[in-house]
């Protein structure tokens, strides 16, 4: 995701509702992950990312439900920055609500009260594993082939599907002469 800034509470996936839910929210700097069973027990993993935040840079966020161990992992840009744990067993925490990405159903997902908007920002992947937990190994390692890909601007892919359109329409052209 990239925050176009750090001011506000923003949802950014969210699942379920009030009574079986769970999210991913941005409330101001605090990026965190909350799941919530039965209406009564919350598990919840934040961090501060005013340090690792980076105006027009992406970064990876990663959040992990364990339902073996009931336990939420909260990961940024490949590192574990936060680990909740409940006594409760979380395999219902999406309820029967769809799951929105960037917005919000009737309800939030796990949400704590307050005003939440829709996620007014850039996500440019998104993954949903449901039964495979990836571990810090493969999150680090996702982390660095994001890193290591070049991805073009779009002004040089412009320019070459302009350059490649142009080649074709000449090869056509000579052809018919």
Do not use: C, H, K
Request: proline fraction near 3%; aromatic fraction near 8%; glycine fraction near 10%.
């Amino acid at each position: 995701m990239r925050p176009n800034d750090l001011s506000g509470d923003e949802i950014i996936w969210e699942a379920g509702g009030t009574t079986d839910g769970a999210s991913i929210r941005l409330e101001d700097s605090t990026l965190a992950v909350r799941a919530i069973d039965n209406g009564t027990e919350v598990v919840e993993a934040s961090t501060n990312i005013s340090s690792i935040f980076s105006d027009g840079e992406f970064m990876q966020i990663v959040a992990e439900i364990d339902l073996t161990l009931d336990e939420i992992r909260l990961y940024v840009d490949g590192q574990l920055q936060d680990t909740g744990t409940t006594t409760d067993d979380l395999s219902d925490y999406a309820g029967t609500d769809t799951n929105r990405l960037g917005s919000f159903g009737n309800t939030i997902g796990g949400a704590p009260v307050g005003t939440f908007d829709f996620f007014d920002s850039d996500i440019a992947i998104m993954r949903f594993y449901e039964d495979n937990l990836l571990g810090p190994d493969a999150i680090a390692a996702n982390f660095q082939a994001l890193l290591a890909a070049e991805v073009p601007e779009p002004t040089s892919i412009a320019i070459w599907t302009l350059l490649g359109l142009g080649l074709a329409a000449m090869v056509f052209y000579r052809r018919r002469s």
